[in-house]
């Protein structure tokens, strides 16, 4: 069973930045794919970003690539996803996700946390 935390959430400028993290617990973080997801209000939850455990990156391309960055700390069992160039449209609540299975990104995670609000002012 693995348990995520996310946090660093929060009201933000459009154009300005934050720091998402997902702290897990357990001792096999390292081999877990993690993910990201947002749902904005109204919408269906959708695919942000996500790192394999031998850190392979995948992104949505249409929304956020080259604006978001994922990345991992093994030593601190957790997940980080930075956010430049935040868009009022990123307005969402960010979920992080972890999977133990093959390697699908957008797909296939076990274990979910409870999300952190991020609101994306214009």
């Known amino acids: 069973q693995v348990q995520l935390v996310e946090s660093g959430g929060g009201l933000v400028q459009a154009g300005g930045s934050l720091r998402l993290s997902c702290a897990a617990s357990?001792?096999?973080?390292?081999?877990?794919?993690m993910g990201w997801f947002r749902q904005a209000p109204g919408k269906e939850r959708e695919f942000v970003a996500a790192?394999?455990?031998?850190?392979?990156?995948?992104y949505d391309a249409d929304s956020v690539k080259g604006r978001f960055t994922i990345s991992r700390d093994n030593a601190k069992n957790t997940v980080y996803l930075q956010m430049n160039s935040l868009k009022p449209e990123d307005t969402a609540l960010y979920y992080c996700?972890?999977?133990?299975?093959?390697?699908?990104?957008?797909?296939?995670?076990?274990?979910w946390g409870q999300g952190t609000q991020v609101t994306v002012s214009s």
């Open positions: 996700a972890a999977s133990s299975r093959i390697w699908d990104p957008q797909t296939k995670y076990d274990y």
């Open positions: 790192i394999s455990w031998n850190f392979v990156r995948s």
């Open positions: 357990g001792r096999t973080f390292s081999s877990y794919n």
